[in-house]
């Protein structure tokens, strides 16, 4: 175990992938990896890409991906799809529009399937980031399943998010919803050479300046045009991108943001945890069910229950 | 708590046919069966499939040529997931692929070829008997 995580950090792409594969699966030493990739991490820029089904997201990503090797950064991808509710499995179909990139060694792309998690990534997403940031990558691109509009984990994820938006999908009211258009750092109008693209273009900017009317912020989200598929304003996303990156640098809102992400992630872990260890000690014995029986019967309540069997595990409180 | 452990496919096309149909209903299949599919779409080089199942970690990749290219690129996929140091992928193909070759793309290393009309649960089945660590 000790040597897996030793060969990803000495480069192993074959050991990143076995033990990204060991982390999605939940194996029982995932915490002991984890806590050994955890010193590694830090180093890489997380770039968040979402927004709804078929509006270019990784067609983006993959353009995205050779702008920054021209710049000879070195780049992780991550492309969730989602898991049928019904049978587990899934289409994972993102790689087909990822095919420079993927002829590129230097890039590695993982699909991952939500496994049943809503908000737009899989559970495990953001171990797998820290997996690839562990490695070396300089950034590390996350394009979460196509999104309605609230899921909005990524940005509990991303260093810069960027919502996806392509003409045809709704009007002004959309454009105006909480959820999804709340966590833009950057929005992108994407297939812009399509009819309607103008009028989105003007809803979203918009939508940008009721914001900045509504409450200060020091940072406006810009809102950039491109044609993806034709590699039409790749160059200035990416130094749209770029220029929020050095603006979360220069105002410290970098380590404040990550700070607040390493205060939710320990938080859900420890909820994880004592929900993982009370559960096993509650379930474990047997009594539950009968204590269940009683319920039914009436002669106890569940709200009462709950409280007795905690004083028993916590009995300080 | 811990999760089920998913079969991973990488459902490719080698060279140039551009007829997917098959691919893309198998790829289907295969998720309905509760697998994780990556479908890689048309065109693929034997050397982009194999850095595909490197990174995906993958258990199965899966061929499909209708053009005739089979005793090239079957092979040569095998030969480099060796090289790579992925023994344990397992290798099928499918599509049009003539009965007297069969023989040697299995010598080869592709565990077992599937021609038109094979029932679709037969090769599911194939691939949960075959594939390792499970």
Redesign the interface.
């Known amino acids: 175990m000790d040597d897996l995580v030793a060969e990803v950090l000495q480069g192993s ?2 050991a990143m ?2 033990l ?2 060991l982390i ?5 030493n995932a915490l002991y990896l984890m806590a050994a990739i955890y010193p590694y991490t830090g180093n890489a820029y997380v770039l968040g890409i979402t927004g709804s089904p078929g509006t270019g997201k990784s067609t983006l990503t993959d353009k995205i991906t050779s702008v920054l090797r021209e710049r000879e950064q070195t780049v992780g991808v991550i492309a969730v799809d989602p ?2 509710p019904f ?7 993102d ?2 529009r990822m ?1 420079r990139s ?2 590129d ?1 230097e890039v ?4 991952m ?1 939500t ?1 049943g998690n809503l908000g737009g990534l899989a ?1 495990t997403t953001a171990d797998i980031v820290k997996i690839m940031d562990a490695f070396g990558k300089d950034w590390v691109i996350v394009e979460t399943v196509g999104v309605g509009q609230d899921e909005v984990e990524i940005a509990k994820t991303a260093d810069t998010t960027i919502v996806v938006l392509a003409p045809g999908l709704g009007d002004t009211i959309q454009s105006m919803k909480a959820g999804v258009m709340e966590i833009a750092d950057l929005y992108v109008v994407n297939k812009a050479d399509r009819s309607g693209a103008d009028e989105l273009l003007s809803q979203v900017n918009v939508r940008v300046e009721q914001d900045s009317q509504i409450k200060k912020a020091a940072w406006q989200a810009p809102v950039v045009k491109t044609i993806a598929v034709e590699n039409q304003g790749i160059e200035p996303l990416v130094e749209a991108i770029e220029k929020h990156r050095s603006f979360l640098r220069q105002s410290g809102k970098l380590r404040k943001n990550r700070r607040e992400k390493t205060r939710q992630e320990t938080l859900a872990l420890l909820k ?1 945890e004592i929900s ?1 260890n009370v559960l096993e000690k509650v379930l474990g014995n047997g009594r539950f069910d009968d204590l269940i029986d009683e319920i039914v019967a009436h002669k106890k309540d569940p709200y009462t229950s709950v409280q007795e069997i905690l004083s028993k595990i916590f009995p300080e409180e | ?6 079969i ?1 496919v990488i459902m490719a096309k080698p060279g140039l046919d551009g007829h997917d149909r098959g691919a893309k209903l198998l ?2 299949v ?12 048309l065109r693929q080089t034997p ?2 499939i194999v ?2 199942a ?4 993958a258990d199965v990749v899966g061929l499909s040529s209708l053009s005739g290219v089979h005793n090239y690129f079957f092979p040569r996929v095998v030969e480099l997931l060796k090289e ?3 023994d344990d992928v397992l290798v099928v193909g499918g599509g049009i692929i003539p009965e007297e070759d069969v023989a040697g793309l299995k010598k080869a290393g592709v565990a077992a070829v599937f021609g038109p009309g094979t029932r679709t649960d037969e090769i599911i089945k194939f691939i949960e008997d075959n594939i390792s660590g499970s």
């Not at chain 1, 049978?87 to 179909?93: E, I, K, Q, R, S």
């Not at chain 2, 708590?1 to 998913?6: D, F, V």
């Not at chain 2, 490197?54 to 970690?57: A, F």
């Open positions: 792409v074959r992938a076995r990204i594969t999605e699966n939940e194996d029982s898991s049928s049978t587990g499995g899934a289409l994972l179909g790689r087909i095919q993927s002829g060694a590695f792309i993982r699909s399937a496994r559970r994880d993982r | 708590m811990t999760a089920k452990k998913r991973k790829a289907r295969f998720a309905e069966a509760g697998m994780e599919v990556v479908y890689t779409g050397e982009m850095e595909a490197l990174q995906e970690d790579k140091g992925l």
